[in-house]
T-cell receptor, first 112, second 116 residues
Framework: DAGITQSPRHKVTETGTPVTLRCHQT?????MYWYRQDPGHGLRLIHY???????DKGEVSDGYSVSRSKTEDFLLTLESATSSQTSVYFC???????????FGNGTRLTVT | AQSVTQLGSHVSVSEGALVLLRCNYS??????LFWYVQYPNQGLQLLLK??????LVKGINGFEAEFKKSETSFHLTKPSAHMSDAAEYFC??????????????FGAGTRLAVHP
């Protein structure tokens, strides 16, 4: 398995609080992604990174920000959590453009 | 923009029966296509991929898929289902974006149940 660690694995938080999810990889891959998974929607891209300090928005980026200060870490921040952000969040990495993505085991976030 | 449609959110088969999971895509350029499998409480695992060349692609666990350009389809099949195949399956197409980079667009998923 690709060396991808997501933390925490589970989190419950209250509406309006900031939350940061972490993705750590040991593969030295250039590309990193954050997806959210919701029933009936499959996986939707939130943000992605194509290098240190190089990030861009995906299709559902509102309410989320990311940072990548090191190759191995990609952080996803919910600036002020809302109930609509209750979801399972997956980090993925890939070695090159058009390479398959390798996924972490996900973080289940509940916003009450 | 690319999109993916998976026909049937739930499919149920008997053990030993043929598995057929349907995927249709839309793309204005030659696509890269993928099938992923997700077991409960786990991330997604790559089953197989089509990039160029042979249109029949073989993957892990006995699965295969055929790229049919004329039908814009990439259906996943397995001749004989096993209980361990019960999982959720996602079809995805690779979308190119500015800068030459790519990202995956996923279908909504098909949950496969296998009964004795």
């Amino acid at each position: 398995d690709a060396g991808i660690t997501q933390s925490p694995r589970h989190k419950v938080t209250e509406t309006g609080t900031p939350v940061t999810l972490r993705c750590h990889q040991t593969e030295n891959h250039r590309y990193m992604y954050w997806y959210r998974q919701d029933p009936g929607h499959g996986l939707r891209l939130i943000h992605y990174s194509y290098g240190v300090k190089d990030t861009d928005k995906g299709e559902v980026s509102d309410g989320y920000s990311v940072s990548r200060s090191k190759t191995e870490d990609f952080l996803l921040t919910l600036e002020s959590a809302t109930s609509s952000q209750t979801s399972v969040y997956f980090c993925a990495i890939s070695e090159a453009a058009n390479s398959p993505l390798h996924f972490g085991n996900g973080t289940r976030l509940t916003v009450t | 923009a690319q999109s993916v449609t998976q026909l049937g959110s739930h499919v149920s088969v008997s053990e030993g029966a043929l598995v057929l999971l349907r995927c249709n895509y839309s793309s204005s350029v030659p696509p890269y296509l993928f099938w992923y499998v997700q077991y409960p409480n786990q991330g997604l695992q790559l089953l197989l991929k089509y990039t160029t060349g042979a249109t029949l692609v073989k993957g892990i666990n006995g699965f295969e898929a055929e790229f049919k350009k004329s039908e814009t389809s990439f259906h996943l099949t397995k001749p004989s289902a096993h209980m361990s195949d019960a999982a959720e399956y996602f079809c995805a197409v690779s979308e190119s974006f500015s800068g030459g980079y790519n990202k995956l667009i996923f279908g909504a998923g098909t949950r496969l149940a296998v009964h004795p």
